[in-house]
């Protein structure tokens, strides 16, 4: 099995990145599409998951007032377990930190619960309390460079 991480450069697979998102938050999780797609998605930069061809894992980046936010990590239910999401995690976190407006800023995310393990192997901190964002429990989570 061959993971290929690329960043969506074209309307055809930043279509596809949604449909994941559709098929894991919206359906999966029960997340309302509204608060799933947002006024950022124009502004983000976003990354595919490809194994054996097919897109199976999205991901994006954001600049925000506090800094530079990893989010919409999703990875469809067939490839999970995989290693698609530790290297979803890594290409985002390669691309912001060759991003060179990047340098100074903090770099976060929020995490669900699931998943602060796998975040937390790349060197992301939870802070703070536990919180719910779409009805799902969350920690922010900070980069330690």
Known sequence: MSISIQNIINKQDLEKAFEIRKIVFVEEQKVEPEEEY?????????????????????????FTEKGVKLERFAVLSEARNQGVGQQLVQAVLNDVQNDSNTHSKMIYLHAQLSAVGLYQKFNFQAVGDIFEEANIKHYKMIFQK
């Open 38 to 62: 947002d006024e950022f998605e124009e502004t983000s930069r976003h990354f595919l998951a490809i194994v054996d061809q097919k897109p199976v894992g999205t991901a994006r980046w954001r």
